[in-house]
């Protein structure tokens, strides 16, 4: 007996072309099912329809049966008598999904309140217990907390919270892990199953990432421009999936196991050497007035890249890796070290620097639409950096070589008269991949240039970044939070935590036996996408500390497994192990 | 064209609204320069067998006339023309001295931008009106001065509006992309960051004219305007206010004027923000 | 919770208005000081001796920096001066005589525009895009376009001429009568303001994902206005209260003039165009320090309402 039934869904806005065609599925009782699919194939929508909350001018049809309730076209009455107590829902950025005029206590007491659940000392009782419930630490003193003095996994755990309070019978949770840490992400997950089986609800889980549905789901629904084009037991898709697109889907996220790295070669032309660089920068709290806290964001980094290498720089929020590459650029001043490009010493502001050297270092960016000028056409954007540092060149020859380019990484050369809102993001990380290396540069530095792209294309845009490298021996400086994409293309990896290199090795070692506990840690939170591989434990507990209070001794021993008495006082250097650089006192004794 | 000014411009012509006002301004505008043309009448010959007549289209008095005879027609359609150039100039004095102030600020930054701002923050605080009264007073009386008071009352709107963007643009990846590129200072001002200040700065535009025209027929109300026989709308309406028991047509006419092109120049600038700012627009 | 914090805050938002009330006393001072002519010089040519008498009764004889520093002093005794044109009052005299007055109608037409237009605002909000929504939305926007010098006559004439059923002047009224069309022109604009930055605001905050949350966990209308989107949606409002103060000034000149209340407004028209630079001075120093004291305890209350600034 299904508990929702979704027969025949269709929504639209306006004119528009429909975002959802015909969708039918149901829910059981206790089940979880995963809803997957690639951003803007309706994921979302599916959820804010069975929820009621789409906007006013959504014209929805079909039907939503919720236990014999007709939900498609129901009034907000109908609504509040399921919403909380026989579904709720979990949103992806609890930042921006938890009001932040209101203490966490009260924003969950209300919703008790509301709907009669309990009153008086009882509710403010059961706010405790299903805060204590979700692991938040001191619930009696978080209570009265506001959510921005929270960390985002603690978020995380409040908006859970406020939607068991009322036991519900279905919960859907919308990328609920998205916006927090691999390393948090595997507890957040870990939370939901557990407490999904205490309270007996059915999951639905909205996500891109097929290792979290393999995991967490027993059934999976995948979902191509608003048709579901297949569903089924995850094991079944998984291993005979049967839609073309579900295919792609699953070929463009193999188990991190399963990726190879790039053939070790040997580099011996060094381009980029970082000695001991430090950066720090200022930040002005909320609303202080005189106070700035200095934020050391990056301690004693020590690396090079040679020619036609690829180095991976890999850390989670807070590690310092952004600030580093921005450092390195010119875009920040570097308090302490010394960088050599090219046998010369850069340092201070970009302005500042040779233009042969600006020429010769260049930076495509996480966001592609952003780093693209809204009031320029696509092809001045490319042919802008041949302006400055081609200066022979005639319009002609500019006009041609920008045509080449475009053509190079893939988009048709009629999208030169384009504006960046004009393009899908895909289209625009192309055009920034053309735009960087249109100079011929020596180094190109990609800040999570892959990070918002979804599978199949970011596989396109890795291929189209190795060829590159092949053809003119570009060494590439990958910053990433993604342990697959890292593994994919790079010969070497530097792990940042908290502002400090903590294991610099080979790719083929770093993976294959990972020295400090942290890339053990990130690591094993990678969800694996085989359902026949149980959902591990969360490798590691706690989440990064504040860069503005950071731990004594190993900034990382709060959280590590392994801590003894030396880790809480001594800060570890680089030692080097058969060829491997690693920052912890036990390096060497440990075994990961 | 550059996509913002598209967007503005496709606005206008796809809101119903917006493209009436848009056209009435526009009519108003022609009317108050072809009229007096085609008008019998002079703003200001005196004619006392013909005081606070009714409007009638007989003698071509269609607004009536004034406590004097004078023709009120002539005279009002002089009055917007005054209240118009006013307006308009003294919002371009505010526009120049709030975009360069306000662009210096935001792209200097740090310590310079922080001393600009508090001394605007200053100056908001400011009963700026009682500033303008005592320099209206203090100094003779002239057109020029209009302006410049007007102009002194309004950049600061816009200082504040074109700091903003101007930081948050300074902060944006494609500015700092073209740094990396190696484009010069220079050429990232004119190129990366003005364009993109457009549509903001036309915006604002269309929502300082009006308050102009407030501060100006505040003024002329008060008697510290503009000076007889030349007049303005709000010259007008305190006029009409002595009159309006035996002749209400003096003080409604030329008040639903100043209404009405008040309300066309609000309502356009409202229309145009909600191209710039696409959370007002989404219902 | 840090009590200090907001303690530090507050006492730095008034040590930040010192300089700024310094400011608008030394740019009034120097613009009454470069004003040419004063009260004296359209009166019949008076004997040299006399001139010099009266300069050196109003100590107009000393250098600027000497009569900026006496006058920086009698200010911190509360010493506006004496007035030029009124003998023998001084101008604290007179502005004590004609604010609480002004305040009356101010205060009396502040009261009325918050309460409207919170509500109407709120109500517009509510049904946005509905035909009420609309209609408000229509009304406010003539409001903002009607300036208080066409809205007090155009409100006489009907009112007051046409129906007679309320004063047309402030002599002519009742106790209570003759408060009734001056509060309501002055109102009226900042009622309009008010409704559109109340609906503006309150739309924002519930197209936000925090009320869509809260819509989620099933709390109905009246539960996520009062205790989610209140708050957050009357913040713009408090940062509006400074130009609404500001308008409410410049109004009541207005006002004051058209109905003949003897109030500050009308003092300050009436001493500026008799050149009584003492009492200008005054007034303008006197509104400057009521604006920035308004100011600064808007300030602090934004700082108390918002969580986000009152703990660090």
Not at chain 2, 159 to 182: D, M, P, W
């Amino acid at each position: 007996m299904s508990l929702l039934s979704v027969k025949n869904l269709r929504l639209g806005y306006g004119n528009d072309s429909p975002i959802l065609h015909d969708l039918s599925f149901d829910l059981s009782a206790g089940e979880s099912v995963g809803l997957v699919g690639e951003s803007g194939s309706g994921k979302t929508q599916t959820a804010f329809a069975i929820m009621g909350l789409l906007p006013g001018h959504a014209r929805l049809q079909g039907s939503i049966d919720f236990e014999g309730v007709e939900l498609c076209g129901a009034s907000a009455a109908v609504y509040n008598r399921l919403r909380s107590k026989r579904m709720a829902m979990v949103f992806q950025d609890p930042l921006q999904a938890l009001n932040p005029y209101v203490s966490v206590g009260k924003q969950l007491l209300q919703i008790l309140l509301e709907h009669r659940l309990a009153a008086g000392k009882a509710a403010e009782a059961r706010v405790l217990d299903m805060l204590r419930q979700v692991g938040l630490p001191e619930p009696s003193r978080q209570y009265h907390a506001y959510p921005h003095q929270l960390s985002g996994g603690m978020r995380q755990r409040v908006m859970i919270a406020a939607a068991l309070l009322g036991e519900p019978d279905v919960l859907i949770a919308d990328e609920p892990t998205t916006a927090l840490d691999v390393t948090v992400q595997a507890q957040i997950l870990d939370l939901l199953a557990r407490l999904k089986a205490r309270y007996g609800s059915a999951l639905l889980l909205i996500t891109h990432d097929l290792g979290i549905v393999a995991g967490s789901c027993e059934r999976m629904l995948v979902l191509d421009r608003g048709r579901l084009i297949e569903e089924g037991a995850t094991a079944a898709i998984f291993s005979a999936p049967q839609a073309v697109r579900s295919k792609a889907m699953l070929a463009a996220s193999p188990a991190i196991a399963d990726i190879d790295v790039p053939a070790q070669q040997v580099f011996d032309e060094t381009l980029l050497k970082v000695s001991n660089a430090s950066v720090s920068y200022f930040m002005k709290p909320f609303a202080a007035v005189w106070r700035r806290e200095e934020i050391r964001a990056v301690r004693d980094a020590t690396f090079s890249v040679a020619a036609g290498e690829t180095v991976a720089l890999v850390g989670e929020s807070g590690s310092g890796k952004t600030s580093l590459v921005r450092a390195l650029l010119g875009l920040l001043p570097l308090e302490g070290g010394a960088v050599q490009f090219l046998g010369a010493t850069v340092d201070g502001i970009v302005e500042r620097r040779a233009k042969s050297l600006r020429r010769d270092m260049q930076l495509v960016f996480q966001d592609p639409v952003a780093s693209l000028n809204p009031s320029m056409r696509v092809a001045a954007i490319v042919a802008e950096p041949l302006r400055v540092h081609a200066l022979t060149m005639n319009e002609n020859d500019r006009n041609t070589a920008v045509k080449k380019m475009l053509t190079r990484v893939g988009l048709p050369a009629d999208i030169g008269v384009r504006f960046p809102q004009q393009l899908s993001g895909g289209q625009a990380q192309r055009v920034a991949l053309a735009r960087a290396p249109i100079v011929d540069p020596k180094l190109l530095v990609l800040d999570e240039a892959v990070a918002a792209l979804d599978g199949e294309v970011r596989g396109e845009i890795l291929a189209l970044l190795k060829k590159e490298q092949a053809d003119r021996g570009l060494a590439l400086l990958f910053i990433s939070h993604d342990l697959s994409v890292v593994k994919s293309i790079s010969h070497r990896v530097l792990v940042m935590y908290l502002g400090r290199i903590c294991e610099h090795a080979p790719s083929r070692d770093l993976f294959a036996r990972p020295r400090h506990p942290y890339t053990r840690a990130l690591l094993d939170s990678v969800p694996v996408p085989d359902p026949n591989v149980a959902r591990r434990a969360p490798a590691v507990s706690g989440e990064v500390a504040s860069v503005t209070s950071l731990p004594t001794g190993c900034s990382f021993h709060p959280r590590c497994p392994h801590a003894i008495d030396i880790c809480r006082v001594q800060q570890p250097g680089l030692q080097s192990i058969d060829g491997i650089e690693v920052a912890c006192h036990r390096a060497a004794d440990l075994t990961l | 064209m550059s996509p913002t000014l598209l967007a503005l411009a496709q606005r206008i012509a796809s809101s119903r609204m917006v493209r009436g006002c848009t056209i009435m301004l526009l009519l108003t505008a022609v009317v108050a320069i072809i009229g007096p043309l085609l008008s019998p009448h002079s703003y200001q010959t005196v004619n006392f067998d013909l005081r606070l007549a009714a409007p009638s289209f007989g003698d071509w008095h269609v607004f009536g006339t004034d406590d004097l005879g004078r023709d009120l027609f002539v005279r009002t359609m002089m009055g917007v023309q005054i209240t118009l150039v006013v307006a308009v100039v003294a919002s371009l004095v505010s526009l120049i001295i709030g975009v360069i102030y306000g662009a210096v600020a935001g792209y200097v930054g740090g310590r310079v931008d922080a001393l600009m701002m508090r001394i605007v923050d200053a100056l908001y605080a400011l009963p700026f009106i009682f500033f303008v009264i005592l320099l209206m007073v203090a100094f003779e009386r002239n057109f020029l001065l209009i302006f410049v008071a007007i102009g002194a009352v309004n950049w600061l709107d816009m200082a504040r509006i074109v700091r903003g963007q101007t930081l948050a643009l300074k902060e944006r990846e494609f500015v700092a992309a073209a740094r990396i590129s190696g484009v010069s200072t220079p050429r990232i001002i004119f190129r990366h960051i003005t364009p993109n200040l457009l549509g903001v700065v036309v915006v604002y535009v269309t929502l300082t004219v009006p308050q102009a025209i407030l501060i100006e027929s505040f003024l002329s109300f008060l008697g510290l305007g503009i000076q007889e026989p030349r007049t303005s709308l709000g010259a007008l309406v305190e006029r009409g206010t002595g009159q309006m028991e035996q002749a209400p047509w003096v003080l409604l006419l030329p008040a639903a004027l100043l209404a009405v092109i008040l309300y066309c120049f609000n309502f356009l600038g409202d229309g145009l923000r909600d191209t710039l700012d696409p959370t007002e627009r989404n219902r | 919770m840090h009590k200090t914090g907001a303690i530090r805050f507050a006492l730095f938002r008034l040590l930040a208005a010192i300089p700024t009330l310094l400011l608008v006393i030394v740019i009034a001072f120097l613009m009454v000081h470069a004003a040419p002519g004063g009260p004296f010089d359209e009166e019949r040519r008076l004997p040299a001796a006399v001139e010099a008498n009266i300069a050196r009764a109003y100590h107009l004889d000393e250098p600027v920096a000497a009569q900026f520093l006496r006058y920086m002093n009698g200010l911190l005794h509360g010493d506006l001066g004496p007035s030029y044109s009124y003998h023998d009052r001084t101008v604290s005299e007179l502005i004590a005589k004609t604010f609480p007055l002004s305040l009356a109608v101010g205060g009396l037409a502040m009261l009325l525009a918050l309460l409207l237009g919170i509500s109407a605002g709120i109500t517009a909000a509510l049904r946005n895009g509905s035909r009420q929504d609309r209609i408000v939305s229509a009304l406010a926007m003539s409001g903002i376009s009607l300036p208080v010098f066409v809205i007090a006559p155009v409100l006489v004439l009907f009112f007051a001429v046409y129906a007679g059923v309320l004063p047309a002047s402030w002599s002519g009224g009742g106790s209570v009568s003759r408060f009734i069309l001056p509060v309501i022109a002055l109102a009226l604009p900042q009622i309009a303001y008010i409704t559109r930055l109340t609906r503006a605001s309150m739309i924002e905050v519930l197209n936000s994902d925090f009320i869509r949350t809260a819509r989620a966990q099933g709390l109905g209308t009246a539960t996520i206005v009062r205790r989610h989107a209140l708050k957050p949606a009357m913040l713009p409002l408090l940062s509006y209260m400074g130009p609404a103060i500001a308008g409410i000034l410049t109004g009541s000149v207005v006002v004051e003039q058209i109905f003949g209340i003897a109030g500050l407004g009308q003092q300050f028209v009436g001493a500026a165009v008799n050149r009584d630079y003492t009492l200008v001075l005054g007034c303008v120093i006197f509104y400057a320090t009521l604006v920035i004291v308004l100011n600064l305890f808007v300030d602090m209350l934004y700082g108390f309402l918002d969580p986000r600034i009152r703990q660090r």
